[in-house]
């Protein structure tokens, strides 16, 4: 708990005396009827609290004498503990998750607007859960109706994300050591999954090595629903169907990260479904890597957000024309982003307790710098799908995204993921190597 403690003060400090924070967990979603999903708290709350139970409100008070930091939740209930097990109830709130106060959920109404009186701002993000949006405006109401008691109302609501993404942006040690936890879980999931992969099984036979995987490590959960494209599936960005037959002479494209601790991992690797890449898959999946590896080295403290990204559509768009893909001079064909066609999304986003982590990009008007404790994901890809006018038929249904999770070092970078195999050779002495 001293972690969370030491992010609480840290944000305390941020929004100065006279202010007050509200901040609800994710509630309980229902996936049909009367069955729910898997309860997971929301990143923001858990990063402050590592509360893990719906139906809680955290409240940060900077220079509160009676306790800067409450906590709303349910209450014990042995009858209903009996079904769904143990709760934490206040006295728990208290002592095991480090609460200076705690109160039961159901008396928020009542509790919630005095800590709100005479306070000057209330950090709240307006959007977050529409169920408070509704409720501090009736708090703040109620407020002003004992403006001639002499009780003033805050002046203002300012989106607390401002503040706390910049903190989560940034990992700590131990959130590193979470991260680095995840991928290592996931890069054995991806050496599974090449190792059992042979033509005739289907995409979600090495979807059930990944999840089994992850969950003989200790992960309970993917970081997102896992994709597994074979043939012209993986030039579907976001295909998670999983359910084709997986045929000789394709490449399948995995892209599936472990959650270890609530910090994820993201990585993609691309390989033939038979163990063997034909030549015009290995001129493809050579130039990606390519691409990744001049990515990868420009991802150091100083470099801004948008370089990596240039580094590898300038590798691609030359790869390109090399190839007939693209055709015309370099210079006209980069000015242009012809190689959008075949390369439509970034390089990257942030990783963090979310697999599109929160941090902004820019900073006013220009690229945010690389700094130290930052995570990104570095991930090329080209896709050409059956029927691309203009291209040969040897190209259609390849989809290559070569994907690692990297960490920004004081004197350049660490890839945590680098366990997970990435060359030709590497490739192809796994895939299949675990077949019946």
């Not at 769904?84 to 006295?91: L, S, V, Y």
């Not at 959650?259 to 493809?284: C, K, L, M, S, W």
């Not at 024309?321 to 012809?338: C, F, I, Q, S, T």
């Not at 690692?404 to 070092?409: A, N, P």
Request: charged content about 25%.
């Amino acid at each position: 708990m001293k972690e969370f403690a030491a992010r609480r003060r840290r944000l305390m400090h941020m929004m100065g005396r006279g202010t007050i924070a509200i901040l609800p967990t994710a509630p309980v979603r229902l996936r049909n009827r009367d069955v729910e999903y898997p309860y997971r708290p929301d990143s923001d709350f858990y990063y402050l609290t590592g509360f893990p139970e719906p139906e809680a409100v955290a409240v940060l008070l900077p220079g509160r004498s009676q306790g800067e930091y409450i906590l709303f939740c349910r209450e014990r209930d042995p009858g209903l503990e009996v079904w769904t097990g143990p709760r934490a109830g206040q006295e728990g709130a208290r002592a095991h998750y480090g609460a200076d106060d705690a109160f039961p959920i159901g008396d928020i109404d009542d509790i919630l607007p005095g800590l709100m009186e005479n306070r000057e701002k209330v950090f709240y993000t307006m959007g977050s859960c529409p169920e408070y949006d509704q409720r501090i405006p009736e708090w703040l109401q109620q407020i002003r109706a004992k403006s001639r008691a002499g009780v003033h109302a805050p002046g203002e609501i300012v989106a607390l994300d401002h503040l706390l993404h910049e903190m989560r942006l940034f990992k700590s040690r131990r959130e590193i050591s979470h991260m680095r936890r995840a991928a290592r879980i996931s890069a054995a999931a991806h050496r599974r999954a090449m190792q059992c992969c042979r033509p005739g099984l289907y995409e979600y036979h090495l979807e059930a090595e990944l999840l089994a995987t992850f969950m003989r490590h200790g992960c309970r959960s993917p970081a997102y629903p896992p994709i597994v494209g074979g043939g012209g599936n993986a030039c579907v960005l976001h295909y998670t169907a999983n359910d084709a037959e997986l045929r000789d002479g394709d490449l399948v494209l995995i892209d599936a990260g472990a959650e270890y601790r609530h910090y994820a991992a993201d990585i993609t690797r691309t390989f033939p479904v038979n163990g063997r890449f034909t030549a015009p898959q290995r001129a493809i999946y050579e130039l990606v890597l390519a691409a990744q590896e001049a990515a990868i080295a420009r991802v150091r403290p100083g470099n801004h957000w948008l370089d990596p990204h240039q580094a590898a559509v300038r590798v691609l768009t030359r790869g390109l024309r090399d190839l007939g893909l693209l055709r015309g001079d370099l210079r006209h064909l980069l000015k242009k982003e012809a190689c959008k066609r075949f390369f439509m999304h970034r390089t990257g986003h942030w990783l963090g307790m979310d697999v599109h982590d929160v941090g902004d990009y820019k900073v006013g008007d220009a690229w945010r710098l690389l700094e130290p404790g930052m995570v990104l994901t570095v991930e090329p890809g080209l896709y050409i799908p059956a029927g691309s006018r203009g291209v040969a038929k040897k190209w259609w249904n390849i989809g290559v995204r070569i994907e690692d999770d990297v960490l920004v070092t004081r004197d350049g970078c660490d890839i945590l993921s680098k366990d997970v195999p990435k060359t030709v050779a590497e490739i192809e002495a796994l895939v299949g190597t675990a077949c019946e």
